[in-house]
């Protein structure tokens, strides 16, 4: 073996980050790939699962439509179930191999993965969504429906607009998590962080060095990511001061003027 | 003779579980009316005004709109609530959008008006109001007051043929009870159609066309303002005056 190996662990750390840099910066860009693709999957499957599960049943409505929201709801609630209630990495298991075995679909261990992502977030941010739109209060529906919206447009201008300012942590919650747990895609073999440690600690049997550098490195992401959702909130909160607009008054009259007088 | 009635409810029941809230209200609005709707807490006010427009839908009994039963199709369910405005007590205002939002959104999207419409409509019934200079502002940087009158000119904004006021000023602080009543006073001077459910004796007493006490799920006693308030017929009525006139 190479005599020029360090000796101490402050020595170990810049070596093998230098030795290994390529691997630990492909590793991160596709865990970073894969949280970011799969949350964001995720809150499309959660937006539309938690918009279906919060369709009010009227009893006018015709048998056939409350048939079919009743039979999706049930369905829905079967997949937020099962997804929430297994571990991710025995999902990445049953995906990748079940869908070789059973269907003879032979998806790339990165496409299954993503995919164990998307559908597992989905579950969580199903419920997240459904609990962001009943927070909002009653009060602003019922106003809305007063005016002569319908579900859709309440939905759409007034519910989920501020259901969604709120869920943001909790997406930012998901998103996180996603980072830390795309590690369990290593039993099927994605190449992502936790993978390349993994490789990277056996060459030398510097384990505790490998994984700290990870561990420095997952946080790196964990924190630069809850930063730029923090920032993301502030943005859409908007301004917290408003303009008295005194000088629209004049434009207004112009502009009543034509419409209503002439 | 009928042309001038707007609303029209026969055999109206409503029950929650076994509690019988309404209890068969005959009752119509004609064009112009200003009807304030009294009774003691749990007498049915509320729910009776919610019926009007559909936000509780009826156990039984009929709403005719200008002849037409409204509980048909959720479109012409809809294009009635367009036209029957409605002010909560606790404002609901859209707190994602504001002032002139809240003011435009259902000019824009139930009218199906344009931008430029909805903007100089919201913006003349927001001057009506006093909240013009506000419009830039978000709902909770408003006091309650403002609030409520705001959630007044996004109701005319839809030029509503009648507007149904669910107890407006019961969550205001005293200071700022005047100005919401005193946009109200205006509308109902200016012709508009209003039922108005209030524990606010005196402007039930100096703006009214028609004063209707219920108590228990009926109405118990209905009449000209003037003859409510100094002999009233029935005993419920008069105990229940009897508090407001002493005090």
Known sequence: MNSNLPTTFWGWIPFLFHEYLPMFVKGAAITFYISVIGTLMGLIIGLLAGIIQTIPVEIKDNPFKKALLCITKSLLKVYIEFFRGTPMMVQAMIVYYGLMQVFQIDLSSMAAGLLVVSINTGAYMAETVRGGIISIDEGQTEAAKALGMTHFRTMYSIVLPQAFRNIIPQIGNNLITNIKDTSVLSAIAVPELFLAGKSASTTYFRYFEVYFIICIVYLTMTLTVSRLLRMLENILDGPSSYELAEEFQEEITADLKETFII | ?247
């Open chain 2, 1 to 247: 003779m009928e042309t001038n009635t707007i609303l029209e409810i026969n055999h109206l029941v409503k029950s929650f579980g076994d509690n019988e809230v309404l209890k068969d209200i005959d009752f119509s609005t004609k064009k112009g009316d200003v009807i304030c709707i009294i009774g003691s807490s749990g007498s049915g006010k509320s729910t009776l005004l919610r019926c009007i427009n559909m936000l509780e839908s009826p156990t039984s009994g009929e709403i005719l709109h200008k002849g037409n039963n409204i509980n048909e199709t959720a479109l012409k369910l809809n294009e009635y609530r367009s036209k029957v405005g409605m002010v909560f007590q606790s404002f609901n205002l859209f707190n994602n959008m504001t002032v002139l939002e809240n003011c435009m959104i259902g000019v824009t999207t139930v009218r199906k008006k344009d931008r430029v419409y909805a903007r100089i409509v919201a913006m003349r019934y927001l001057k009506k109001v006093g909240m013009a200079a506000y419009i830039n502002a978000k709902p909770h940087q408003l006091s309650g007051g403002q609030k409520q009158r705001v959630a007044i000119a996004r109701a005319l904004a839809m030029e509503p043929e009648m507007i149904l006021f669910d107890e407006p000023t019961s969550a205001l602080d005293p200071e700022m009870v005047g100005e919401v009543l005193t946009v109200m006073k205006t509308l109902a001077k200016e012709g508009m159609t209003m039922i108005v459910v209030t524990h606010e004796m005196a402007f039930a007493r100096d703006v009214s066309t028609r004063v209707v006490f219920m108590d228990n799920g009926l109405i118990a006693e209905e009449g000209p303002p003037e003859q409510i308030f100094a002999t009233p017929q029935n005993d419920r009525t008069k105990e229940f005056l009897a508090r407001f006139i002493s005090s």
